[in-house]
């Protein structure tokens, strides 16, 4: 082990220019993750009923502290998946240095253990950065947390690396430098994932059936149960349905298109349908739990405008609502960064091929529509159960609350939509360096 951290360290330093994005991406994630763990932990520390001049009163009573940690702690989710879309782009940038490691007696798996060490270098030094800017935080605003919340900062510093490092090793469990520097996928994707999530929804589900007969149901609240049940088999029905229906084009598509970018982009649907479900996986999520928040926010907004609270009472639910919102909007565009770099990771992976189409005529314009439309198409599908999902919540909820059912959440897959294909459109950039006949000297 000491080897391989030596090792890693070496390539680290000795990164080239083109490497200090992925780096930095790494380290921006690392920061952004020690930064929601540290709040939840200084959050969590508090005890007891206290008086916070922040929030309108939300951080006073232990109850709305433990669902402002909760909101914390999930947002780490979409962090973790977005350090899992670097480690994998970081392998395909490094595959003629693992190609030599192999070529010097290196393992599959010791190559994939120093890439992971290398990202756990790096989070290292955005966990230590987010922790110095939570510090001088800390002293500006006069808060002096106690000791046993200093040991959690400490302990959170310290696990964000080694978390990135095993998201790291699983992001690259499937990937293996060969000697004859390629890069290779093993044990493909068809969808086990979405199903054994599904499973987990469905056994929820029951769950809260059960309760909701049973008199202990009373003091567990099912509804809670149902709603989480909902959430994740909407999610994964509509990972699977991003996989199904993009192999379903893909076969189509390839026998009728007419247009070149429909057919290129219909040909590697068909060769990989699976790889947009993993890129679009997190983002899914956020749009179901999206969809439902705006609609819920809608009744509850009513509801509230109904009771004829007072200014100061009102802004003690208005905030939560818009905290609420706030952990939404950054999750997803968490989930939009990782689209990002899932585009430009399979760019980074197809730049033979695409070298050599660019050799053979075709304009950069048709790779570009191509590429655009392999994020387009799985997205619409999976997009619309999402919203659907996410509208069996929020219509549930409306009709317990006997409040109005809004319609703008049937927006939100639109717009969500629309902002997948700007994020796709970031990496197109990338796709005119790598699409150029010159790359055609290192294949």
Same mark, same amino acid.
């Given at each position: 082990m000491k080897a391989d951290i030596r090792i890693a360290w070496i390539l680290a330093r000795g990164s080239e220019r083109r490497e200090w994005w992925r780096i930095s991406l790494t380290l921006l994630g690392a920061l952004l993750a020690t930064g929601f763990a540290l709040g939840a932990a200084t959050v969590a520390a508090v005890q007891g009923q206290v008086s916070i001049p922040y929030a309108?009163?939300?951080?006073?009573?232990? !109850?709305?502290?433990? !669902?402002?940690? @909760?909101?914390?702690?999930?947002?780490?989710?979409p962090v973790l998946g977005f350090l899992g879309q670097c480690a994998r782009i970081g392998a395909v940038h490094r595959r003629r240095r693992m190609a030599g490691m192999r070529l010097a007696g290196a393992s599959p798996a010791q190559v994939r253990r120093i890439a992971a060490v290398e990202s756990a270098l790096a989070c290292l030094a955005g966990s230590s950065a987010g922790f110095a800017a939570f510090a001088v935080l800390l002293a500006v605003a006069g808060?002096?947390?106690?000791?046993? =919340?200093?040991?959690?900062? /400490?302990? /959170?510093?310290? =696990? *964000?690396?080694?978390?990135?490092?095993? *998201?790291?090793?699983?992001?690259?469990?499937? /990937? %293996?430098?060969?000697p004859l520097d390629r890069m290779r996928g093993t044990g493909p994707d068809r969808g086990r994932r979405a199903a054994i999530v599904s499973l987990l929804a469905v056994g929820l589900i029951a769950a809260a059936g059960l309760l909701h007969l049973s008199p202990a149901g009373?003091?567990?609240?099912?509804? =809670?149960?149902?709603?989480?049940?909902?959430?994740?088999?909407?999610?994964?029905?509509?990972?699977?349905?991003?996989?199904?229906?993009?192999?379903?084009? !893909?076969?189509? @598509?390839?026998?009728?298109?007419?247009?070149?970018?429909?057919?290129?982009? %219909?040909?590697?649907? =068909?060769?990989?349908?699976?790889?947009?479900?993993?890129t679009h996986a997190a983002l899914l999520l956020v749009t179901v739990v999206g969809v439902a928040f705006v609609g819920v926010r809608g009744v509850l907004l009513a509801a509230l405008g109904k009771v004829g609270y007072r200014p100061v009472d009102l802004a003690f639910y208005t905030t939560g609502i818009d905290l609420a919102g706030a952990a939404v909007l950054v999750a997803l565009a968490i989930s939009l960064c990782g689209l990002a770099v899932g585009t430009a990771e399979s760019l980074a992976t197809r730049r033979r091929g695409l070298a050599a189409q660019a050799a053979a005529g075709v304009p950069h314009t048709i790779l570009a529509r191509a590429t655009l439309l392999e994020t387009a198409v799985p997205l619409a599908p999976a997009l619309l159960l999402a919203g659907a999902g996410g509208t069996v919540v929020y219509v549930a909820y409306a009709t317990v609350a006997s409040g109005p059912v809004p319609l703008l959440p049937l927006l939100v897959p639109v717009a969500v939509h629309a902002a997948c294909l700007l994020a796709a459109a970031t990496s197109l950039p990338l796709l005119r360096r790598v699409a150029h006949p010159a790359e055609l000297r290192f294949t």
């Open positions: 309108h009163g939300l951080l006073d009573r232990p !109850g709305e502290r433990a !669902g402002v940690v @909760l909101t914390l702690v999930l947002l780490l989710i808060h002096t947390p106690p000791p046993v =919340a200093w040991a959690g900062f /400490v302990v /959170v510093v310290l =696990a *964000v690396p080694v978390v990135a490092a095993l *998201v790291s090793v699983f992001a690259l469990r499937h /990937v %293996a430098a060969s009373r003091s567990v609240k099912p509804l =809670a149960l149902l709603v989480l049940g909902v959430v994740l088999l909407t999610g994964a029905g509509s990972i699977w349905a991003a996989g199904a229906f993009a192999a379903f084009m !893909g076969r189509r @598509l390839t026998l009728r298109a007419k247009s070149p970018a429909v057919l290129i982009a %219909a040909s590697r649907l =068909a060769h990989d349908p699976w790889a947009a479900a993993r």
